[in-house]
């Protein structure tokens, strides 16, 4: 069975301090490992996809990292409209339909 | 482009009672899936869809029907409603190839009392 575990479950950064969010997992044979973002009373809204350990990629302040067993999502000077939520996902070999397993997230709150 | 389509946004309902939470997507998407979001808890897939006519239970389908009669809609039935249903739901939709991200609609957030 697919599983992900995220910390902290709560961070709360000063604007332009930077920090890492962190998304360890296991799975049957990684397909990909997604990060999502979600606001208050809205749905997931897709960062990243990272298929192999070694694999980096970055968006403006957002820069997701992949080893065999974990995710970092690393925040640069954030910025208050990056507080949300963060949700990392995993996508296994096991059964079909390109299902998600998600993490319990990670709230994000950035102060002036 | 209106991607995925959640209606309605809110209600209540009262135990034992009916409801079908609606999901239409504009994508073309052959693939669509229901997750409900407790907190705490994370997303969990309740089914998912690989093609019109083709449904199959998720990690927690119990209380809950689902059907696919056309590409664009993955309606989403509750027949008896109890409490342990209030949560929000998450309609989604993908391609169907390999690692490819899920789109999400706005979510219905169902309290059952």
């Known amino acids: 069975e697919d599983q992900v575990t995220q910390s902290p479950e709560a961070l709360r950064l000063q604007e332009g301090e930077s920090s890492s969010l962190n998304c360890s997992y296991t799975?049957?044979?990684?397909?990909?490992l997604f990060w999502y973002r979600q606001d208050p009373g809205k749905g997931p809204e897709f960062l990243f996809t990272l298929y192999s350990a070694g694999e980096e990629k970055e968006k403006e302040r957002l820069k997701a990292t992949l080893t065999k067993k974990e995710s970092f999502l690393h925040i640069t000077a954030p910025k208050p409209e990056d507080s949300a939520t963060y949700l990392c996902a995993v996508q296994g070999r096991a059964g079909g339909g390109n299902k998600l397993t998600f993490g319990t997230g990670t709230q994000l709150k950035v102060e002036l | 482009n209106a991607g995925v389509t959640q209606t309605p946004k809110f209600r209540i309902l009262k135990i034992g009672q009916s409801m079908t939470l609606q999901c239409t997507q504009d994508?073309?998407?052959?693939?669509m899936y229901w997750y409900r979001q407790d907190p705490g808890m994370g997303l969990k897939l309740i089914y998912y869809s690989v093609g019109a006519g083709i449904t199959d239970k998720g990690e927690v389908p119990n209380g809950y029907n689902v059907s696919r009669s056309t590409t664009e809609d993955f309606p989403l039935r509750l027949e008896l409603a109890a409490p342990s249903q209030t949560s929000v739901y998450f309609c989604?939709?993908?391609?169907?190839?390999?690692?490819?991200?899920?789109?999400f609609g706005q979510g219905t957030r169902l309290t059952v009392v």
């Open positions: 799975v049957s044979g990684l397909r990909g």
């Open positions: 994508m073309n998407h052959n693939y």
């Open positions: 989604a939709s993908s391609y169907e190839r390999v690692a490819t991200e899920a789109f």
